[in-house]
């Protein structure tokens, strides 16, 4: 095969030591430990060596300091993970030597790396949901401790820590045990009765349980606080953000002038939503507003926006981003016939949120998506609907955010017309595969 990499290296990247190939002889392969001092005698080494394009694999979170240090000392680097493996017996230098050559022959892709600021929002975005996930867990410690006392606050309120269930158990204790006084705290939209709630009320309060749901309740207001700190620091960068796009776009006056349109934010706030106005930001920093598209919440677009966000243009077409993804499926074909169209696993944080997204979907009572959904939950069952509007899902929104459209839902009248006209033409293919005319169908139902 021709080279097209000359001056190429190849790292095995790992938790100690990183394993540098400048080519394919032993002596050729040097060890450099992971401190900075020993990454820029690396970065020295590769600049002697007269090195300009660098291979490494993407190992757990061990790659980017390294990558980064690369990339700063102008090297053009290759973070690779999808190849094909060396058949030989595996060791370190021999995965460092397998990644030079890969990259020699110029059969390496690149992974995609979003931006520094897409990286840096990113970062604070999961430890966001860190923290939500940590509330989560604390939330379920305090249901367990009131359930040891026959305490079942859990029955009577959908949500122990809304506004009804935190006056309670701040009452309870702070001392009050009687059940009627307690269910008096609870607010008057809440669907049970004063009565049942009183009910729930009446258990067998133990020291030791009382103590577990004072210290949980203690962390769970933790998290709150440090959720709206986190809050903070994502709106300040995201408006930073804003600004530079802003300032680079060629259009800038029509995009001000777009971007001044009021943006109406829905009156109620989801639970873990972010507590700035996700829709006006969303809509500065893309110019279209995402939250039209049924199902897509706050969380889905600001999972969107740390994840991909503008760098959604690295991707030519709608399919290389669901590809990308893992939405699409996986084609295998071998003689002109597909015997295989399943989609491929991996983990996606982006791909998780708009499944979420989707699942929401479902509980909707009309729109094009939901009968999508119910049409492709029928034939194959739920998790393939899932799937399959998660994948509608970003197709739609890289089209409106390349595109610069604005959501346009589809008649459901004309999509039911489409799919009827479907059916029929299904019907007439198989008619003429089996050789039948419509007098034989009238034929055969008499």
Known sequence: MAVVNANAAGIDVGSRQHYVAVGQNPEEVKTFNVYTKDQQAMIEWLHQKEIVTVALESTGTYWQTLFCSLQTAGFDVVLSNNYIKDPQRKTDTKDARWLQKMHTLGLLKHSFIPSA?????????????????AATAHTQHMQKALRLM???????????????GMQIMEAILSGQRNGEDLAKLSHYKV???????????QGDWKEEQLYILDDELAMYKKCQERIACCDRQIETLLK???????????QTQQSDTQQAMPVK?????????????????SRDYFGIDLLKIEGVKANTVM??????GNDIYKFPTKKNFTSWL??????KKTGNKIISSRTPKGKSI????FRIAANTIAQRKDGVLKKIFSRIAYKKGRSAAITAVARRLAEIFWIMIVKKQEYQPKNEQLYEAQVRKNVIKNIQHKMRKLGLTPDDVLIATD
């Open 150 to 164: 026959n305490i079942r606050l859990d029955i009577a309120l959908s949500d122990i820590t809304g506004f009804s």
């Open 240 to 250: 930073q953000m804003t600004v530079k796009i802003q300032a680079q776009s060629a």
């Open 303 to 308: 999972t969107f926006i740390s994840e991909v």
């Open 326 to 331: 893992r939405l699409a499926p996986n084609n």
């Open 117 to 133: 600021d897409i990286a840096r929002l990113r970062t604070y975005q999961r430890h966001r949901s860190n923290i939500v996930t």
């Open 350 to 353: 982006m791909a998780n949120a």
């Open 191 to 201: 669907k049970k009765s004063k009565q049942e709630i009183a009910d729930s009320l």
């Open 265 to 281: 934010t829905k009156k109620k706030r989801y639970k873990n939503a972010p507590d700035f106005n996700t829709a006006a930001l």
